[in-house]
T-cell receptor, first 108, second 116 residues
């Protein structure tokens, strides 16, 4: 299974941008990069996904390196409600294989 | 639009007892997933259905776990008999399909199982 590597935890201040990194050096040409997040005591929720080009939606932006071996999830203005575990996942054959994720703490 | 519904939200049982979880996916979603999430870990896929057929159950401990999706809508996951290590949150998710444009997964709130 293709794997991703993320820092275990990160901290951010409220209303500042947050850049969450993800390494996926063994990514194949057809693997999509997905990001999900899991707030405390809730199921995961979809954030964003992409294949080659950078992507933006109302929640976040996804910057994908030109060689696709890494990507960065960007939260433009962190709020306290963004405190969660963020999972970077490579979609393989329709499956999502979750790793440990990055626990994001947002300080007021 | 209603989300993925799961019940019960919490369940406490003794080891060797049996338990069942129920999931109602988002209307029109053909693909349904059951995940197990042990405390401190990411969710692990147990079984994936496409309509009422099993697509992937490679991680399902088939000696004690079973799942079905009758009529391609609701699904139940059963554990019989339960072991201590089955204590976890069981998450149900659904998606329109499995192609890249349709595979965004929507998760329910989960059922927290404690086996004593």
């Amino acid at each position: 299974d293709a794997k991703t590597t993320q820092p275990n935890s990160m901290e951010s201040n409220e209303e500042e941008p947050v850049h969450l990194p993800c390494n996926h050096s063994t990514i194949s040409g057809t693997d999509y990069i997905h990001w999900y997040r899991q707030l405390p005591s809730q199921g995961p929720e979809y954030v964003i996904h992409g294949l080659t080009s950078n992507v933006n939606n109302r929640m976040a932006s996804l910057a994908i390196a030109e060689d696709r071996k890494s990507s960065t999830l960007i939260l433009h203005r962190a709020t306290l409600r963004d405190a969660a575990v963020y999972y970077c996942i490579l979609r393989e054959a329709g499956k999502l294989i979750f790793g440990q994720g990055t626990t994001l703490q947002v300080k007021p | 639009e209603a989300g993925v519904a799961q019940s019960p939200r919490y369940k406490i049982i003794e080891k060797r007892q049996s338990v069942a979880f129920w999931c109602n996916p988002i209307s029109g979603h053909a693909t349904l997933y059951w995940y197990q999430q042990i405390l401190g870990q990411g969710p692990k896929l147990l079984i994936q259905f496409q309509n009422n057929g099993v697509v992937d159950d490679s991680q399902l401990p088939k000696d004690r776990f079973s799942a079905e999706r009758l009529k391609g809508v609701d699904s139940t996951l059963k554990i019989q008999p339960a072991k201590l290590e089955d204590s976890a949150v069981y998450l149900c998710a659904s998606s329109l399909g499995v192609t890249p444009r349709a595979d965004t997964q929507y998760f329910g709130p989960g059922t927290r199982l404690t086996v004593l």
